[in-house]
């Protein structure tokens, strides 16, 4: 006969622990919380940016959660009868009359309209920081170029996501940025009439359209964006943390604090920091004042509208574009009117920007030919043409986002608005080869410094005169610290053009061995361990010569 023994079942005595218990039993969240809690963190200021988004997206679902309680998507026409005066009597659409019904007559509802939109510029302002320190970085390569795709997906949704919320209020600002988008669209060849029709239900504006973008808003656009988010999360945990390098830092691990109980406690006050901010931000300025607009008319058309800054870009470029120069833009082919001068600008600014960014890492990778895994982190300087290259999309997203206020600059400074256009058309076209240049230059004067530094010290400021009379400067060597953050950086060299199995070269593997050449023909190699070698012996000897000129004086 025999008997098995099992353990006693663990009996919490508070009412909390027993609740806990009871769930951990039958989903098992202790091991799932142990494995999370364990995951190191690297402790740098600039990954806060993820957080802050992260926060900022919160943020946005709660007061939109509220917002949507109120808030009545139809383009019905109504009179207004609410607590704004000078409105009394106007006729409007239901959605415009309940924004301001939120507006000033729900407690709380003007700040928490408030809230709403300066979340939203602070998410896609954190968003786009992020991505840009994991583009300088590079921090996209293997094994995160999927998570790089998610992020680029996030950040277009993101700007979906605003431009739908922005249309919502159907005020004079919101539909002209939904003309702007009619014309777009019918400036598409052959097909652009009837996706009008289909988006609008109807000749602009139409009657159904608020509330298409209303449920694109509050359902669709924030689901996907919840799943690219988690999408995000689990590729952070399982392909681990990137890290900056410095010592200890290695390929293979990850130096820093746990999640649990470090950064969890630091990410809950650091979320009611962002949320402390937002809410400062909506208290004191105000954003996105409606009541001075007033209810959207399609028959006049006015100026001075500004889109939120993110999309910016769009109405930018087609300011920028050339109306008849160098020949009409404007011609008849196939039975249809083919309107380039609209299509072509927010096509090639959006399409070609968004494909050069997503598939920028399968790029990089096809021009050095590394395949290899990097969970250490490039410094800037020490990748020139990539920081260059995204100096350059910096000023050019900039030139398009300013030329979206180009008459406002004509106004307010009292030029002319064909001035302030070819100004603008000028710095999108030299700016970003000007930036690019100039970055890539001082790229590698950096890398240089970085090399006079670990071959030679700082200046200490003693000055020594030598046996034979010869005047030097003693020169204070780094500390291990600093000097190995400045030499462990991979040293890249130029990869010529290679014969394929038929010893032919394609013309493919051409423009890759060019792309190479472009990258790392101007270099600076991190210093040697032999030269670091020789730069010991030397300090050795003007510390030899520091101390044998205080004897002297002694």
């Known amino acids: 006969m025999s008997h098995t023994s099992t353990a006693p079942e663990y009996e919490a005595k508070t009412t909390t622990g027993r609740i806990a218990n009871f769930v951990d039993t039958r ?77 000033f007559d729900i407690r709380g509802g003007l700040l928490l309209r408030q809230i709403h939109h300066w979340a939203a510029l602070l998410f896609m302002l954190a968003l786009t920081i992020h991505m840009l320190r994991v583009f300088f970085t590079g921090a ?119 999640v649990g109980p470090v950064y969890a406690a630091k990410a809950g006050g650091f979320f009611f920091i962002v949320f402390g901010i937002i809410a400062f931000l909506a208290a004191t300025f105000t954003i996105n004042a409606i009541w001075n607009y ?33 020949f009409p833009w404007e011609f008849n082919f196939l039975g249809g009117t083919w309107v380039l001068n609209v299509l072509l600008p927010f096509a090639l600014m959006a399409g070609s920007v968004i494909m050069a960014m997503m598939f920028w890492p399968w790029i990089e990778r096809w021009v050095t030919r590394d395949n290899r895994e990097h969970h250490v982190l490039d410094r800037p300087r020490n990748a020139p043409f990539r920081t260059g290259v995204g100096v350059a999309g910096i000023i050019g997203y900039g030139s398009l986002m300013i030329a979206a206020s180009s008459d406002l600059i004509a106004t307010h400074f009292h030029v002319s608005l064909n001035d302030v256009a070819y100004w603008l058309r000028a710095l999108f076209v030299l700016g970003p080869l000007v930036g690019f240049l100039i970055t890539y230059r001082i790229c590698l004067s950096l890398q240089r410094k970085d090399r006079e530094l670990v071959l030679h010290g700082v200046e200490s400021g003693q000055v020594v005169q030598l046996p034979h009379g010869e005047f030097i400067e003693v020169h204070k060597p780094l500390d291990e610290y600093r000097r ?52 010991a012996h030397h300090h050795d000897a003007e510390q030899l010569e520091g101390t044998h000129h205080s004897q002297l004086e002694r």
């Not at 383009?75 to 415009?96: C, F, I, Q, R």
């Not at 910016?312 to 300011?319: K, N, Q, T, V």
């Not at 190479?516 to 070698?533: C, G, H, I, N, Y």
């Open 27 to 103: 989903v098992g969240m202790s091991g799932i919380v142990k494995e999370f809690g364990r995951k190191i963190f690297p402790d740098h200021w600039s990954f806060m940016f993820g957080e802050v988004a992260l926060y900022s997206l919160v943020i946005l679902i709660l007061s939109g959660t509220f917002l949507t309680l109120w808030f009545n998507p139809s383009m019905a026409p109504t009179a207004y009868d609410g607590s704004y005066v000078p409105m009394k009597g106007t006729e409007m659409s239901v959605a415009y009359a309940s924004t301001l019904h939120i507006s």
């Open 140 to 258: 996209f390569r293997r094994p995160r170029e999927l998570n790089w795709l998610v992020g680029c997906a996030l950040l277009i949704l993101g700007i979906f996501a605003g431009f739908t919320g922005y249309s919502l209020p159907d005020d004079v600002l919101s539909g002209n940025g939904l003309r702007i988008i009619d014309g777009i669209m019918k400036a598409i060849p052959l097909v652009g009439t009837y996706l009008s029709l289909f988006f609008f239900g109807g000749e602009f504006p139409g009657t159904q359209l608020i509330s298409r973008l209303y449920s694109m808003h509050i359902m669709i656009i924030p689901a996907m964006l919840l799943l690219l988010v988690a999408i995000h999360l689990f590729m952070v945990v399982t392909h681990k943390h990137t890290q900056y390098p410095g010592p200890g830092r290695r390929e293979d691990n990850v130096v820093g604090f746990p």
């Open 294 to 326: 007033g209810p959207y008319d399609p028959s006049p058309v006015q100026a001075g509208t500004q889109p939120d800054w993110y999309v910016g870009f769009g109405d930018g470029a087609l300011r920028l574009w050339p109306g008849v120069w160098p």
């Open 484 to 535: 190995y953050k400045l030499v462990s950086f991979e040293n890249h060299e130029v990869l010529p053009a290679q014969p394929n199995k038929k010893g032919k070269i394609s013309l493919l593997e051409k423009s890759r061995g060019g792309l190479s050449k472009m990258w790392f023909q101007d270099r600076v190699a991190p210093v040697t361990p032999a030269e670091l070698e020789a730069a």
